[in-house]
């Protein structure tokens, strides 16, 4: 965000995010990604800064391997943007490269403000495979606990070692310059 811009709320746009060759094989491979992000508007003091709000958001990317697609789902507290289905991770990464607006506005004038951008980008996570697994089964909701087959808690075990062994984690964070509101 340019110095001394008004308070409209930010835009965030990352480029490249499935960029990384280990991250691309392990999603070509079948293995979900998970891009969790966190943006925050921080309120700048004289001797500490103050978080004022934040708001986080998730992209989930999988490979439909009977479909030959990427699919691309975005969830933002009870909203879910489904972006369909996209031929190649070229075209499914045009589509997250796209500007999002954050309605994430200070709330006093007069002061200085500015923004921090964090993101952490996983593959083969124990919840992403468990999120995976309810999508398969059509569920968009976690299902209810104590309710599962005795073999599933072997079957996370298991997905937890394998996550832990194989998965890929990048972190990545970025500050705006400080404008007044």
Do not use: C
């Amino acid at each position: 965000m340019p110095p001394n811009s008004p308070p409209v709320g930010a835009v965030v746009a990352a480029q490249r995010l499935l960029g990384d060759a280990k991250i691309r094989e392990m999603l070509v491979n079948g293995f979900p990604a998970a891009m969790r992000f966190r943006l925050e508007l921080w309120r700048a003091g004289g001797l500490f800064d103050d978080l004022e709000r934040a708001q986080y958001w998730e992209v989930l990317v999988r490979y439909d391997a009977y479909h030959k697609q990427y699919l691309v789902v975005r969830r933002q507290q009870n909203n879910i943007e489904d972006f369909g289905g996209f031929p190649s991770l070229e075209a499914a990464e045009t589509a997250l490269d796209l500007p999002l607006p954050v309605p994430l506005k200070p709330s006093r004038g007069g002061t200085r403000y500015y923004y921090n951008a964090v993101l952490d980008i996983e593959t083969l996570s124990v919840s992403d495979l468990d999120e995976l697994q309810r999508w398969y089964n059509g569920e968009l909701q976690p299902a209810v606990r104590g309710k599962r087959a005795p073999l599933s808690a072997l079957s996370r075990g298991f997905r937890t070692l394998l996550s832990r062994v194989l998965g890929e984690k990048r972190h990545y964070e970025a500050r705006s310059g400080t404008f007044r509101a």
